[in-house]
């Protein structure tokens, strides 16, 4: 009887610990990023997001947004005022927090005159670049001597055409928005240069630290049951998780 008793016992604190622990779990994840179209935009689409939500939403954890600027967005997950930032590349703060797993590569280009040498990654820094405000591709590209650091898109292509960069900067999606909306298109050449890891940087707080551990316990099973891929399949975007190596 006395045994029988003890096992009542631990079995009650057993099931006591699990709910505990599950009561613990956040309810909502709070995300802040760039809008990025097709990618992170205002309105909840885009590629990004959809991969966090399949993160989250299947453990329970309810996907929320908001829109700010990189820099601001950067700055919320530091004073913990959201739960994390997305879009880092890795290690670009030391008062956040990042997770083991990328969630995705970010494809870098340059843009430049069609008349202009193609670049290489190498070349680079003979060239004047120009990116948005706090991307900081300066700690992140060799050789990067001149950049002027730009607070919008919309004139890229000016800086361009009369001659005061020679290249910008930016992700693929980014690159190809630039692009697109140039008025002669045939005046300019993309080149693909590098790729870099994009993370979600969390806040330093005890529900962040949670969810951070959360993000690459589901990020292991993700990648090894390959759910992730038909996301990148409809937004036509290559996979980054089949790096042998991982």
Not at 169 to 196: C, G, M, W
Request: hydrophobic share 40%.
């Amino acid at each position: 009887m006395a045994g029988r008793g003890l096992m009542a016992m631990v079995f009650v604190l057993f099931c006591s610990l699990v709910q505990a622990g599950e009561a613990t779990t956040p309810s909502v994840i709070h995300l802040a990023s760039e809008d990025w179209e097709d990618y992170t935009a205002a309105d909840g689409r885009g590629l990004g997001w959809d991969v966090l939500r399949q993160v989250f939403e299947p453990a329970g954890v309810k996907v929320d947004i908001r829109t700010e600027p990189y820099v601001r967005s950067m700055g919320l997950a530091e004073r913990g005022e959201v739960d994390a930032c997305v879009g880092s590349y890795s290690k670009e703060s030391e008062d956040v927090l990042y997770p083991r797993w990328n969630f995705d590569t970010d494809h870098i280009y340059a843009l430049g005159l069609a008349s202009s040498p193609v670049p290489t990654l190498e070349t680079l820094g003979l060239y004047r670049l120009a990116w948005i405000r706090g991307y900081d591709y300066q700690n992140y590209l060799p050789n990067v001597r001149r950049y002027d650091e730009v607070i919008r898109r919309t004139g890229i292509v000016s800086m361009l055409t009369h001659n005061r960069a020679d290249f910008y900067i930016d992700a693929q999606t980014e690159v190809d928005y630039v692009f697109n909306r140039a008025k002669d298109p045939s005046q300019l050449r993309r080149t693909h240069i590098a790729e870099l890891p994009l993370y979600l940087c969390f806040a330093k707080t005890d529900k962040a630290r949670t969810l951070m551990a959360l993000f690459d316990q589901r990020m292991d099973q993700l990648v090894k049951s390959g759910e992730l891929k038909p996301i990148f399949e409809r937004w036509k975007q290559p996979y980054p998780f089949d790096d042998p190596q991982r």
